[in-house]
Structures are given as structure tokens and as C-alpha cells.
T-cell receptor, first 114, second 113 residues
């Protein structure tokens, strides 16, 4: 069974600084997809970034980028130039390429301070 | 506008009663999901469906049931067998077997008293 582990329940970053959120996963599949979702206090889930396992290049979306290490089964999220609006719960998620099951980690609560 | 709708936003039930949470999408997505969210536990998968009239158990299916009679609809019934039903429930949908994002509803907060 696939599992997704986020080992940091809470993180804090100062405004304008950079923070990295960790995620590891366990799978025997070779084809799969990884996602980072943000859940602000409104509880609406918002996609931050996605990565396809067959792509060696790390995905980037503006201030958000990932460090995808396939051999280590690691998928960390880097937030640069942190803003107050980045404060939220962040969830890492895994989806196999051959099925629809979407599995989430336990989340990391990110605080952004002035 | 296309989207996924959960209703109601808040639901209260007495212990021992079954309750059904609604989830409707007009995105023409094949796959639909139900998650339960508790503090410190992240999103745990209850059931998911890849196609009409078919669904699979997730990681915490005990005490829950679902149906998928229409592509647009995936209702979740929380039965009296669910030992601790008070939680926040999220429904989602996605295109099957592609790296596209899952779209989420606004959630239903169920409180059983």
C-alpha cells in the first residue's frame, strides 16, 4: 500500500524568507504523480504544484518549487519569498499512474511571521 | 460555472442515526473521492470511485457506505456503525488516471450528538 509521510507537523517562517516542507512516500509503482495542496483557514483545498514521476526536471510555479528525488522517494516543497497569505496547512499527495486512488499525508501547518 | 458541490455545510445528527452527505460535480470527471479530516490526521480516504456503478474502499471505509449511480453524484452515508462520526468531510473529483488535480468541494462538518 502506498503511504505518504509528512514529518513536520508545524513549521514557521519569517515573511520574505524561504522555507522547505518535507514529504516522503512509499510505493512500488514506477509511474505516479505527486502533488502539494494548500488548505487555508477557509478549508478550501488548492493545488499548489504537481510533479510527474517520469519527469526528471523539478516542477516550479512562481515562488513554489519542488525537490523531487525519485530514488529516495522524497518530494519536498520550497516556498521562496514567503508571504502572509502562504500561512496554511500544506498536504503532500500521491496518485498512482494506473489507478485513481489519491493518498494524502498528515499535513504541515505553516505559520508566517512578520 | 463548473465545480463540485457538497451539501449541507453543517450537519447535526443524533447518535444512532444514519446520515447521508451529498456530493455533486458538473466537471464531467470520472473519479470521485470521499475524505475524512480530523485534527492532526490529515485527509484520510474513505471511498473512491473510478466509474459509474463501481467504487473501492479507502483506508477507513468501516461504518460508511457510498453509491455511484450517476457520474455526477457520489453520496456518502455515515451509518450508526461508525464509532466516531463527528468530523469534517471532503468530497473531490478528478479526471481518471491522469496527473490532473483533484477538485474539492467546500466540505461538510458533521456533528453527532
Amino acid at each position: 500500500a502506498q503511504t505518504v509521510t509528512q514529518s513536520q507537523p508545524e513549521m514557521s517562517v519569517q515573511e520574505a524568507e524561504t522555507v522547505t516542507l518535507s514529504c516522503t512516500y512509499d510505493t512500488s509503482e514506477s509511474d505516479y504523480y505527486l502533488f502539494w495542496y494548500k488548505q487555508p483557514p477557509s478549508r478550501q483545498m488548492i493545488l499548489v504544484i504537481r510533479q510527474e514521476a517520469y519527469k526528471q526536471q523539478n516542477a516550479t510555479e512562481n515562488r513554489f518549487s519542488v525537490n523531487f528525488q525519485k530514488a529516495a522517494k522524497s518530494f519536498s516543497l520550497k516556498i521562496s519569498d514567503s508571504q502572509l497569505g502562504d500561512a496554511a496547512m500544506y498536504f503532500c499527495a500521491y496518485k498512482p499512474g494506473t489507478a485513481s486512488k489519491l493518498t494524502f499525508g498528515t499535513g504541515t501547518r505553516l505559520q508566517v511571521t512578520l | 460555472d463548473g465545480g463540485i458541490t457538497q451539501s449541507p455545510k453543517y450537519l447535526f445528527r443524533k447518535e444512532g442515526q444514519n446520515v447521508t452527505l451529498s456530493c455533486e460535480q458538473n466537471l464531467n470527471h470520472d473519479a470521485m473521492y470521499w475524505y475524512r479530516q480530523d485534527p492532526g490526521q490529515g485527509l484520510r480516504l474513505i471511498y473512491y470511485s473510478q466509474i459509474v456503478n463501481d467504487f473501492q474502499k479507502g483506508d477507513i471505509a468501516e461504518g460508511y457506505s457510498v453509491s455511484r449511480e450517476k457520474k455526477e453524484s457520489f453520496p456518502l452515508t455515515v451509518t450508526s456503525a461508525q464509532k466516531n462520526p463527528t468530523a469534517f468531510y471532503l468530497c473531490a473529483s478528478s479526471i481518471d488516471r491522469l496527473p490532473t488535480e483533484a477538485f474539492f468541494g467546500q466540505g461538510t462538518r458533521l456533528t453527532v450528538v
